[in-house]
Each structure stands twice: as C-alpha cells, then as structure tokens.
C-alpha cells in the first residue's frame, strides 16, 4: 500500500487535501490504478513526520531547509521519497505494468514545461491562501499558515486581487502555442501524462475552492484557449479510484 501524506487536517474529509501538490500526485496515483491511503498533516508536524519516515527535505533555497507535502511511503518496496514528480517518476519504475505519465522520449519536454508553469502560479498563492481557511479543521490552519506565510488571510485591496488575476491570466495564456502544438487535448497528444496532471493539480484548487458556478472559475477555465477547463475536468476523473 501506498501512503500519500498531504496538508490538513481539512473540514470536508471527502475533498482533496490542502495542497495543489499534492493533487497531482493523486490524479497520477488514481490515473494508474495503484491503491493508496491519505494522511493528512497539519503544517506544525509535516517536517517530523517525514524525518521520522526518512523523508529528504524539498527545498534548500529561499531561507532555512524546509520539508513539504507531497511525499509518499511505499510499504510494498519500502521507498520513501517527496516531491511530485520525483514521486510520479518513481511510480512509473516501480509499476512499469500501469499506464506512464512519462512516455519514452517525453520527460525532458515535461520536465521544462513544469518549470515554466510553477513561476506562473506564483500571483495565485495569495488568493488560494485566502480561501483555504474554508477547509481549514481543529486545530486551527490559520495559525500554521501566518506561521508559514505571513499575515494571514492576505489583506488584499480590490486592486491587487485584480492585478493578480490579470498578471495569471496572461502569464498561463503563454503556454497555449505549447499546447497546440501537440494536437490535441493534453501536451503530448491524447493521453494525460504528468505535466496535464501538474497544470490541472494547480489550477484545480481554484474550481473548489471558489466553486464551479464561480466567476474565478468561470474566468480561469477559459485560460490557454480553454484548455484549462478541459484539462482540469478530464483530470478530475482521476480524482478518486
């Protein structure tokens, strides 16, 4: 059995956890047909759990060495590993019979479409910030993310949330000459692989978080020429077994 350990503790157990991350890694999981279990962790105890399993820290930049959600414990091999795609890599080694995220020839065209897409959800951090308290469970989250974050929710004029959204629109609306290049739905062709997972584990937090009848939704599924809806629908039916 596979554990995926992801942001919480959440008030509706039956949704995703907190981490757009961490989604990717369960549309892959559910993608490939592998059981898994969730463990949520409040932010306070992410770093001891995963020092306890053994788990390398994620980030050694910006600030003191820091341990994030997603990681995973593979009971069956005994790995441990963090990190999404060094997590979506590992399982398609270790479970060659399930379909690839990475194709033969591929993962140098995902691994430099990821690193464009990252820089582009920077101007929705703030945002999704502000509508995680809504799933936020005793203990309070609220506390971890000032911790973590800052201020906490952001004090966000008009003004600035406007900008922002203007500033993600435009900066997502850049990859649409990758994504018609391939042909058809996903970026390389019409299967998902990782980086459809990656693009839609991002920008599907905004779907529930604002909701699907919402004007952010509505407004962020129209991105990329309108492949952000259909990405991000088409990867939803990986959202649960």
């Known amino acids: 059995m596979i554990t995926l350990y992801d942001l919480g503790p959440i008030q509706t157990p039956k949704e995703w956890g907190m981490s757009p991350f961490t989604r990717k ?27 306890s399993l053994g788990v390398l820290p994620t980030r050694h930049f910006d600030g003191p060495t820091k341990y994030t959600v997603p990681f995973i414990h593979d009971s069956q091999t005994g790995k441990v590993l963090s990190d999404s795609l060094p997590i979506a890599e590992y399982l398609d080694e270790a479970y060659p019979d399930a379909p690839k995220v990475f194709p033969a020839g591929r993962r ?16 929705l951090v703030p945002l999704y910030l ?20 800052g201020a906490f929710p952001p004090q966000l ?28 739905m996903f970026v390389t062709g019409d299967k998902p692989v990782f980086v459809d997972f990656s693009l839609a584990g991002l920008l599907a937090g905004i779907k529930l978080s604002f909701g699907e009848e919402s004007e ?3 407004r962020t ?9 259909k990405v991000v629908s088409e990867a939803m039916k990986y959202e649960r077994a």
């Open 216 to 218: 952010e939704w509505e």
């Open 25 to 51: 890694v369960i549309f892959t999981l559910n993608y490939k047909k592998l059981p898994f279990e969730i463990i949520h962790l409040p932010l306070d105890e992410i770093e001891s759990e995963a020092k």
């Open 130 to 149: 502000d509508r995680m308290v809504d799933y936020a469970a005793s203990p309070p989250i609220q506390v971890e993310l000032a911790r973590c974050f």
């Open 157 to 184: 004029t008009d003004e600035q949330h406007a900008e922002m959204w203007k500033k993600a629109e435009a900066s997502f609306n850049e990859l649409e000459t990758a994504y018609g290049a391939a042909g058809g």
């Open 221 to 229: 599924s129209k991105w990329i020429g309108g492949r952000v809806g």
């Open 108 to 123: 140098a065209l995902q691994k430099v479409f990821i690193d464009a897409t990252l820089p582009k959800f920077a101007p």
